[in-house]
């Protein structure tokens, strides 16, 4: 600031007033001041600012792994709206360890971000009630942050998993078996409820393997259940990570689809529609999940600490069914079923 002070023949302050536009000063001398700036290559230091101002223009964002094409659509979304608004994006994974997520989040502390949006690794106790997150905005996507201040976005898993199984139903299936990874997840957990809810209204038994983490342990219970007694007519996977896993198996077992089983499962994803047969989805929003919650999160930045509300809002985002072949429907293009 003093070289451009010094090329333009003013003093320091009003280089300041012409970067801050905070009090007015003549065309002339503002002339003067931007064409010295370009002559220098001159740029605001912006850490420096930040420091002074307690003002980074960054975010955090944390989930937990970019390798999940889920994950890494949802941060592409909350950093293009960064982006839009003048802010940088710091990324970072938990690995679903809950320690590696508060060791993360407090380092993004020092960086002096000005807010946290996350996918909450799981785990029974949240350490973001801590005092150090207290006087920063967070928003939690895809599951709720444990703590009543925290606003989170989520998408309708109950009302879409139901949706899926009643489909199945309704292609005469009795005996739907429902696959997740994880029984402590949110996301497995409220779509396994509707999936219950659907097959006990309509007065059938219900049969599951939440822990199914791996494509073997998916190949294991898939092989078990076609060889027992009562063998099931479909399943419903509850994401798109053991849809793929499910239809491997299924394939490596010489079980046609949907002639021999019938599948639906949570969430769309890349090539789902160019599978053999294509698969039936519960598709979710996730442009609009990683974009809302940018957006909570930005909106958020407009009140003092002291203004939060005490209990947090939650956004339920809407999911559709998109049908195709693997459920045993004919169309010839891919038919959308709003709720």
């Known amino acids: 600031m003093i070289e451009v002070a010094r090329l333009a023949d003013v003093g320091t302050m009003t280089v300041s007033r012409v970067l801050n536009s905070s009090v007015h000063v003549s065309a002339e001398t503002a002339r003067r001041v931007h064409e010295a700036i370009e ?9 420096a600012r930040g420091l002074r101002g307690a003002k980074s223009k960054s975010i955090g964002l944390i989930v937990p792994s970019l390798t999940d094409p889920f994950f890494a659509i949802c941060a592409h979304n909350v950093n293009a709206v960064a982006q839009s608004k003048g802010y940088s994006t710091i990324i970072t994974t938990s690995n679903e360890n809950p320690d590696t997520e508060f060791s993360e989040a407090e380092w993004m502390l020092q960086k002096h971000v000005e807010g946290l949006v996350l996918c909450p ?8 009630s801590d005092k150090i997150f207290q006087r920063i905005p967070i928003i939690s996507f895809d599951r709720p942050l444990q703590g009543s201040r925290f606003s989170s976005v989520v998408v309708d898993n109950h009302v879409g998993a139901k949706l899926g199984t009643q489909h199945l139903i309704e292609h005469g299936h009795k ?7 994880r029984p402590d997840l949110f996301t497995i957990r409220t779509r396994h409820q509707g999936y219950r ?45 053991i ?45 609009a ?3 809302t919650a940018a957006e909570a999160l930005f909106n958020q930045f407009k009140a003092k600490a002291e203004d939060w509300p005490a209990k947090g809002s939650r956004i339920t ?18 038919k959308v079923i709003k709720p």
């Open 39 to 47: 002559r220098l290559g001159y740029r605001p230091n912006e850490m």
């Open 121 to 128: 690794s799981v785990g029974r106790n949240s350490r973001f």
């Open 175 to 181: 005996r739907i078996l429902f696959l997740g990874d």
């Open 197 to 241: 809810r659907a097959l006990l209204d309509a007065g059938l038994k219900t049969g599951e393997c939440l822990d199914c983490d791996s494509e073997d342990l998916v190949f294991k219970y898939v092989k078990t259940a076609l060889a027992g007694k009562n063998p099931p007519t479909a399943f419903f996977s509850g994401n798109n990570r």
């Open 243 to 287: 849809s793929r896993y499910l239809f491997r198996a299924l394939r490596n077992l010489g079980v046609r689809v949907p002639t021999d089983i019938a599948t639906v499962g949570f969430d769309d994803f890349d090539m789902a529609d160019m599978m053999q047969p294509p698969l039936t989805v519960i598709r979710q929003p996730v442009e």
């Open 289 to 291: 999940l990683g974009k």
């Open 317 to 334: 985002l809407k999911v559709e069914l998109v049908l195709r072949s693997s459920c045993g429907c004919t169309q010839d293009a891919p």
